[in-house]
């Protein structure tokens, strides 16, 4: 059950800021990478990104910076 509330968990620019220990202008700048995950509509001003989308993005560049 909790995975399926992590798959739609979405998550506001301040909280990923946050969650991430970044600025907003850095996560702007993050999101300018073709690697980041893409933010999803939440209504037609407001975006967000899928919880799960941002776990899967730190395990790959996590196993990237061990490389």
């Keep these: ?8 968990r979405l998550v506001r620019q301040a909280e990923l800021a ?8 850095t ?3 993050l999101r300018q990478d073709k ?6 509509a939440i209504r037609s001003r407001l975006i967000g990104w899928r ?5 899967n993005w730190l395990e ?6 061990a490389a």
């Design 60 to 65: 790959a560049n996590k196993l990237d910076a």
């Design 35 to 40: 690697n980041f995950p893409a933010p999803v």
């Design 1 to 8: 059950m909790n995975d399926i509330i992590n798959n739609i």
């Design 27 to 29: 996560l702007w700048r």
């Design 18 to 25: 946050n969650l991430l220990g970044v600025s907003k202008t």
């Design 51 to 55: 919880f799960s989308d941002i776990e």
